[in-house]
């Protein structure tokens, strides 16, 4: 599985802990930057390029991240096909993909700790969309309303 990662300066340290923890896991990782620490660059310069990668199937899942990770989710949902979540919390990190088909997590740099963190993209990558109908027909509701938006 390819994962792609991105973070701006506030998840610049977090992004680089999870980039190593993946590799050593066995994944392959695209790293979208930021590539050096610069506490003057925005996440949407990072973020949006993971997630037309991740819409384009350059990459499998995506993981970005910014101080509080709110920014990096607001930015990741304006890309028609992106399915991404500020998460906190083991249930919603594999329960997103399940029932909602997220592609994206989203962390805060800033408020997770380095072990929760790989906790919650372990249970993000390893989960599987279950299609059961009611989730294909809420699924099938996003998607109509991101046509009808465009």
Do not use: W
């Amino acid at each position: 599985m390819k994962i792609g990662v991105a973070a701006d300066h506030g998840g610049f340290d977090l992004k680089n802990t999870i980039k190593l923890f993946l590799q050593e896991e066995g994944y392959e990782v695209k790293d979208f930057g930021a590539f050096q620490l610069d506490t003057g660059d925005d996440y949407p310069d990072f973020v949006i390029p993971l997630a037309k990668a991740v819409v384009a199937k350059e990459v499998d899942r995506g993981i970005a991240i910014c101080g509080s990770g709110v920014g990096a989710s607001v930015a990741a949902n304006k890309i028609a096909g992106i399915r991404a979540a500020l998460i906190n919390d083991h249930f919603s990190a594999h329960q997103g993909v399940e029932d909602d088909d997220m592609n994206l997590i989203c962390l805060g740099g800033r408020v997770i700790a380095f072990a929760a963190a790989e906790e919650l993209v372990m249970a993000f990558l390893n989960a599987k969309y279950i299609g059961a109908e009611r989730h294909e027909r809420r699924l099938q509701k996003v998607k109509e309303l991101e046509i009808k938006n465009q």
